[in-house]
């Protein structure tokens, strides 16, 4: 991770917004060598772009349905276990991979990807074994920030009963300076390259708006990745209904591989889903 983030750095001095995505074509691993059954899903985006997905469903009845946004590199292969213990506890799990990743096609830009996370949440509305009212989005990294932008201007927010975000980061510009400056041969660059970053996307901009749907931030306090400043001003920015949750032993995207936080999530999940929604289908 701290290679990337020295390619992340050096990359922006040459003002390139597409080093924060780091892509893989190669599929290391599939739910079902761990015993997960799944399907493949393959759909496309507004724009045409092929795009593939896992579908893990649940065992039993679906308590709610997740869609599941991954972090910047590699592709679902390897990030999937992060959720594969979600079918076991009642939900069905959605898992992306953005255009130019594992199977999807295209290269990934910050717009495109709003296109792909539009076109995987058209893919849940239309599948018979989806509670349309039920629908949870659950972004870690690179994807908590970009759920939390696409959360707040989706046509489907009726249909989002609530947004868990994990170790994202709060801006694109400030994570940029922060990895800028936190390298010698970058020091220099801090202040002046990250305003050639494209913060359309920004979820500082976005986060009050995602409002009244609930969110919740998960941030490991060892993370030295995206620090845990970036889940407080997050949840500082947001509106209500809003939790925070900040566990001192986890590391970056780490949280969740604790059974105890697992379980927790896991109640947290179910409750919204059974709550009542003020924006259902509006």
Same mark, same amino acid.
């Given at each position: ?71 910047? @590199? ?9 959720? +594969? ?76 009963? @609530? ?86 032993? +986890? ?8 059974? +105890? ?12 889903? @059974?709550?009542?929604?003020?924006? +259902?289908?509006?």
């Amino acid at each position: 991770m701290r290679a990337f983030f020295i390619s992340l750095s050096m990359l922006f001095v040459a003002g390139c917004t597409q080093a924060f995505f780091q892509p893989h074509r190669y599929i290391v691993a599939t739910p079902g060598q761990y015993g997960v059954e799944y399907q493949p899903v393959e759909f496309k985006a507004a724009d045409g772009t092929a795009l593939f997905a896992w579908f893990l469903p649940a065992r039993g009845a679906p308590r709610a349905t997740v869609l599941y946004l991954h972090g910047n @590199a590699e592709n679902i292969s390897t990030h999937f276990a992060n959720v +594969a213990w979600m079918p076991a506890a009642g939900f069905n799990v959605l898992a992306l991979d953005y255009r130019g990743y594992g199977g999807s096609q295209g290269s990934p830009t910050l717009e495109g990807v709003q296109l792909d996370i539009d076109a995987a949440m058209r893919t849940l509305l239309a599948r018979p074994d989806v509670d349309p009212a039920r629908i949870i989005i659950f972004g870690q990294s690179l994807g908590g920030s970009l759920a939390i932008h696409y959360g707040a201007r989706s046509a489907y927010r009726g249909n989002v009963r @609530a947004i868990v975000v994990d170790s994202a980061f709060s801006d694109y510009r400030r994570i940029v300076r922060e990895k800028l400056a936190s390298f010698f041969l970058t020091w220099p660059f801090q202040w002046l390259l990250p305003q050639t970053v494209d913060n359309d996307f920004s979820p500082s901009a976005s986060v009050r708006a995602v409002s009244p749907i609930p969110l919740l931030f998960i941030h490991g306090e060892r993370d030295t990745v995206v620090s845990v400043e970036h889940s407080q001003r997050l949840f500082e920015r947001a509106a209500s209904p809003k939790e925070l949750w900040i566990l001192p032993e +986890a590391g970056h995207i780490q949280a969740v591989r604790d059974k +105890a936080v697992r379980a927790r999530l896991a109640e947290f999940l179910t409750r919204r889903a @059974a709550a009542p929604s003020s924006l +259902a289908f509006r």
